[in-house]
């Protein structure tokens, strides 16, 4: 299976989980985690830094261009993901008025909806219930998608 990991953490417990999952015969393909890309140890995923994920920052390597803006269908299908969005931005974008917010949540948007239809896991894994503004995003998509 192709999986996501959306797990900002790199501990031993983590290394020991990903050998599990690669022994497994689990391919990760897109990891979303703590510390310096160079130091990536997952072989052949995509590393996204969580802090740069919480800002709206694409994965280096990944160009977010070659992803169609959220169609109206999409926009409509993840209203209520909107609404919770915006409100979570209180936490790390409360200076922001709500124009600079729908923006940056659009952006997420179009990057995650892009990450997942073209990475195309059957999997996302998250440690714990996603409550950041980027993983809240990825868990309604993936819901939507039938992940």
């Not at 417990?13 to 890309?37: A, P, R, T």
């Not at 072989?43 to 996204?48: D, E, L, M, V």
Request: charged residues 25%.
């Amino acid at each position: 299976m192709k999986l996501f990991l959306i797990w900002a953490d790199r501990s031993l417990e983590m290394k020991s989980l990903v050998s599990k999952l690669e022994k497994d015969g689990h391919e990760i393909v897109y990891w979303v985690g703590l510390g310096d890309e160079n130091e990536n140890f997952i072989k052949g995923a995509i590393f996204h830094d969580h802090y740069q994920a919480w800002a709206g920052l694409p994965a280096d390597g990944v160009d977010k261009s070659q992803f169609v803006p959220p169609s109206k269908d999409l926009i409509e299908k993840m209203y209520r993901t909107e609404s919770l969005v915006l409100t979570m931005m209180n936490k790390r974008f409360d200076t922001d008025c709500v124009d600079k917010r729908k923006h940056l949540y659009y952006n997420m948007l179009q990057y995650w909806h892009g990450v997942i239809k073209k990475y195309k896991p059957d999997v996302i894994l998250f440690p714990t219930v996603p409550h950041t503004v980027y993983n809240y995003i990825i868990y309604s998509l993936a819901k939507q998608m039938g992940i």
